[in-house]
Nanobody
Framework: QVQLVESGGGLVQAGGSLRLSCAAS????????MGWFRQVPGKEREFVAA????????YYADSVKGRFTISRDNAKNTVYLQMNSLKPEDTAVYYC????????????????WGQGTQVTVSS
């Protein structure tokens, strides 16, 4: 059973920073992709960033490029999302997700999900 636990969300002013963490357990994540998605009420969950566990390739949504950085600590089975220059439109529940294989952008490609952590950016 795969478990993903997010932490690090909170309230921050526009222009500020937050770092989200996703601790993974329950299986070996070699060869897996870890991703971050976000969702606001009334909208579909959208792709934010992803990284391949072994190779370290990273991909970002255009809306966060240059502001967000995804990274991982293989020894700790943890993935991070460093969010800088936050904007009010970044307000959402952020979810960590995992899949075996390469990076995909669609939510349906990820079978494993965390519970989500709220990020609120005030103007």
């Amino acid at each position: 059973q795969v478990q993903l636990v997010e932490s690090g969300g909170g309230l921050v002013q526009a222009g500020g920073s937050l770092r989200l963490s996703c601790a993974a357990s329950g299986r070996t994540f070699s060869g897996s992709t870890m991703g971050w998605f976000r969702q606001v009420p009334g909208k579909e969950r959208e792709f934010v960033a992803a990284t391949s566990w072994n190779i370290g390739s990273t991909y970002y949504a255009d809306s966060v490029k240059g502001r967000f950085t995804i990274s991982r600590d293989n020894a700790k089975n943890t993935v991070y999302l460093q969010m800088n220059s936050l904007k009010p439109e970044d307000t959402a529940v952020y979810y960590c997700a995992a899949r075996v294989g390469g990076i995909y952008y669609s939510t349906s490609s990820y079978p494993y999900w965390g519970q989500g952590t709220q990020v609120t950016v005030s103007s």
